[in-house]
């Protein structure tokens, strides 16, 4: 079956650095993203990693190692408003453009 | 390029209704597909199109449906509506010629059934 976990939960502080980790089991491992979602909004692509390593995009950075089914989204020099949902999501093969989300990581930038 | 839009943004029906909800991707994109949101359940895929065909489906009832006409745009309709269908819904559009693409949300219609 498919099952992706992440914490439901995170608080930094403004200025730190934070990670948010995501484990997945699914059945044909095709790709890997993660998502913002800030309150009443729509979910914003941050980052794809389908081989092993990390992607780096300024601010952020996404990590992946398929042989542990493990993810981590690195946020650096946090601002506030970073506070905000970070969804993982898995593409699995021959699944076309479906995409299985965890439930989400709820992030709580603090001064 | 404009984004991915969706109409209505919001919308109160009750039980027993049907809805139908629309979704306009951005421009060149060919696949759509459709989640629902809620609290409990988190993001769950409802089903995509491509090149006016499903291409993939998930586990939903058969009240759920959908279809994606010949400018990619694309319509999904709920029948006989349920307490339990209250949530946001979300398309999201992609090139969909490869399956490293990457999807981008349109800001969704918040379905409320009383």
């Known amino acids: 079956g498919q099952n992706i976990d992440q914490p439901t939960e995170m608080t930094a502080t403004e200025g730190a650095i934070v990670q948010i980790n995501c484990t997945y089991q699914?059945?044909?491992?095709?790709?890997l993203f993660w998502y913002q979602q800030h309150a009443g909004e729509a979910p914003t692509f941050l980052s794809y990693?389908?081989?092993?390593g990390l992607e780096e995009k300024g601010r952020f950075s996404s990590f992946l190692s398929r042989s542990k089914g493990y993810s981590y989204l690195l946020l650096k020099e946090l601002q506030m408003k970073d506070s905000a949902s970070y969804l993982c999501?898995?593409?699995?093969?021959?699944?076309?453009?479906?995409?299985?989300f965890g439930q989400g990581t709820e992030l709580s930038v603090k001064p | 390029k404009a984004g991915v839009t969706q109409t209505p943004r919001y919308l109160i029906k009750t039980r027993g209704q049907q809805v139908t909800l629309s979704c306009s991707p951005i421009s060149g994109h060919r696949s759509v597909s459709w989640y629902q949101q809620t609290p409990g359940q988190g993001l769950q895929f409802l089903f995509e199109y491509f090149s006016e065909t499903q291409r993939n489906k998930g586990n939903f009832p058969g009240r759920f449906s959908g279809r994606q006409f010949s400018n990619s745009r694309s319509e999904m309709n709920v029948s006989t509506l349920e307490l339990g269908d209250s949530a946001l819904y979300l398309c999201?559009?992609?090139?969909?010629?490869?399956?490293?693409?990457?999807?981008?949300f349109g800001p969704g219609t918040r379905l409320t059934v009383l």
């Open positions: 699914t059945s044909g491992f095709n790709g």
């Open positions: 999201a559009s992609s090139l969909g010629g490869s399956s490293t693409d990457t999807q981008y």
């Open positions: 999501a898995v593409r699995e093969w021959d699944q076309g453009g479906k995409l299985i």
């Open positions: 990693n389908v081989l092993d």
